[in-house]
């Protein structure tokens, strides 16, 4: 497989960096080609504005973006990474999970790269049929919390529900296949012996990425959804509110 790994933390020997190196060469010992965008190491511009266009503006930035792509008039670090996205069949995201969401220059790569007319637009299929399916996706992430206050009943809430808007707003409204997460949690008082047992379950789970299942979420055509794209009556009735209605 071409892997592409999307890596968000400004500390190289961060948990987060050293699961991206183990991610690197397991993959590779694999026989697959990764290319890794390391975005704090590329001073990744994080704020998506008509800069990036090439002097094309109007009251549509979405369209606008779309105007950039298809004439190919987009800043050079964005097609660039278009195009690693076009070659991968596997993206890894990479980051710590940062006030219950991603950091902001990995939010600004999402930004400024899935950009109208390549990532999404008009009468383009969504939810499991976008421009990247047949892609996989993956989210790796670290928090300082105990995984128990990551749940249904803890504190922080269900990771599942945290993870949701990128999981399923941007990686499976796109297209990708999206598997489930792999979460190291309690970051901040990692020993030694706790990273060898996260870097080997974290060995296991990139050997099986191939053909491990995917997050079984509703696709949009699927007919589960109204005209109105409203589930319909008898579908998630006895799911728990909030993501776990838009899984099968």
């Known amino acids: 497989m071409n892997v592409l790994i999307v890596h968000a933390h400004p500390d190289p020997n ?20 990764v290319v890794v965008s390391d ?22 930035f979405m369209r606008a973006s779309g105007a950039a792509y298809t004439s190919d008039r987009l800043g050079a670090d964005i097609r660039a990474e278009q195009r690693k996205l076009r070659d991968a069949d596997l993206v890894i995201l990479h980051y710590p999970l940062w006030w219950f969401t991603m950091p902001a220059i990995l939010k600004g790569w999402i930004d400024r790269v899935f950009t109208f007319d390549f990532a999404y ?4 299929p969504r939810y499991g049929a976008g421009p990247f399916a047949g892609k996989r996706a993956m989210v790796v992430t670290t928090t300082g919390g105990r995984g128990s206050n990551y749940t249904g009943r803890g504190v922080n809430g269900s990771i599942g529900d945290l993870l949701f808007p990128l999981n399923h707003g941007v990686l499976w409204f796109t297209g990708f296949d999206v598997l489930e997460p792999f979460v190291a949690h309690r970051a901040v008082d990692l020993t030694g012996e706790r990273f060898a047992e996260l870097a080997d379950a974290y060995r296991d789970r990139l050997t099986g990425l191939a053909t491990a299942e995917p997050i079984p979420y509703r696709p949009e055509r699927g007919g589960d959804y109204d005209d109105t794209l409203q589930l319909k009556p008898g579908h998630g009735a006895d799911a728990a509110p909030g993501f776990g209605l838009h899984t099968r």
Do not use: C, N
């Open 39 to 60: 975005l704090y190491a590329m001073k990744w511009k994080s704020e998506a504005d008509y800069g990036d266009f090439d002097g094309i503006t109007g009251p549509d």
């Open 14 to 33: 961060s948990l987060t960096g050293s699961l991206k190196d183990v991610a690197v060469r397991t993959l590779r010992d694999q026989g697959h080609e």
């Open 121 to 124: 637009g008009p009468g383009v």
